[in-house]
């Protein structure tokens, strides 16, 4: 069954600490994402990667970091300069060979900080 | 700055009508639009798109009408059913078979009624 996992679904963190949230596809997609979603708000960029050992900053990079060491991964660290850290996020992936570029969404992982 | 707008909080349609969901862009770059839907806590799954070269675009239930002039588009579901009550957000992409960065908006959450 082909599609996007994240880990854990629900994820909670004492203030100050860091914390990585897992992101693994078996699409063979090249893109893959982050987002990030407030209630009542649409989904903010984090950051993106188009292939191995390489990555973009998106709208809101401040506070995260991610690595893509294999294309199946991207892992986002929710560093303790994050001001505002509890929220829904969401990883996604795409593949770069067509025309267009659909985004498939992985189930999110919800972080909250205590 | 919001460049894809959906200006309806909220849609409460009857069962077996038609449900019509807008969303409106002010970057003119845009040339690939989304609709994905949403149940609570879970990722954003993909419903349909168009491209900028064309006007409509139709899947099942589910039509896609672009008007570029207007910078206005439109998701309808006919005839609307339970199942379809969930949050919709419209994206819009302006870089094209790289990884783009999709633009959201802040999403419609369509009741469909009995």
């Known amino acids: 069954d082909g599609g996007i996992t994240q880990s854990p679904k629900y994820l909670f963190r004492k203030e100050g600490q860091n914390v990585t949230l897992s992101c693994e596809q078996n699409?063979?997609?090249?893109?893959m994402y982050w987002y990030r979603q407030d209630p009542g708000q649409g989904l903010r960029l984090i950051y993106y990667?188009?292939?191995?050992?390489?990555?973009q900053k998106g709208d809101i990079a401040e506070g995260y970091s991610v690595s893509r060491e294999k294309k199946e991964s991207f892992p986002l660290t929710v560093t303790s300069a994050q001001k505002n850290p509890t929220a829904f996020y969401l990883c996604?992936?795409?593949?770069?060979?067509?025309?267009?570029?659909?985004?498939?969404f992985g189930p999110g992982t919800r972080l909250t900080v205590l | 700055d919001q460049q894809v707008k959906q200006n309806s909080p909220s849609l409460s349609v009857q069962e077996g009508r038609i449900s019509i969901l807008n969303c409106d862009y002010t970057?003119?770059?845009?040339?690939?639009f989304l609709w994905y839907k949403k149940y609570p806590a879970e990722g954003p799954t993909f419903l349909i798109s168009?491209?900028?070269?064309?006007d409509k675009n139709e899947d099942g239930r589910f039509t896609v009408f672009l008007n570029k002039s207007a910078k206005h588009l439109s998701l309808h579901i006919v005839p609307s059913q339970p199942g379809d009550s969930a949050v919709y957000f419209c994206?819009?992409?302006?870089?094209?078979?790289?990884?783009?960065?999709?633009?959201f908006g802040t999403g419609t959450r369509l009741q469909v009624t009995l």
């Open positions: 996604a992936s795409s593949s770069l060979r067509g025309l267009t570029d659909t985004q498939y």
């Open positions: 699409l063979n997609h090249d893109a």
């Open positions: 990667s188009q292939i191995v050992n390489d990555f």
């Open positions: 970057n003119s770059m845009f040339d690939y």
């Open positions: 168009i491209s900028s070269i064309k």
């Open positions: 994206a819009a992409s302006a870089e094209t078979g790289t990884a783009s960065k999709l633009t």
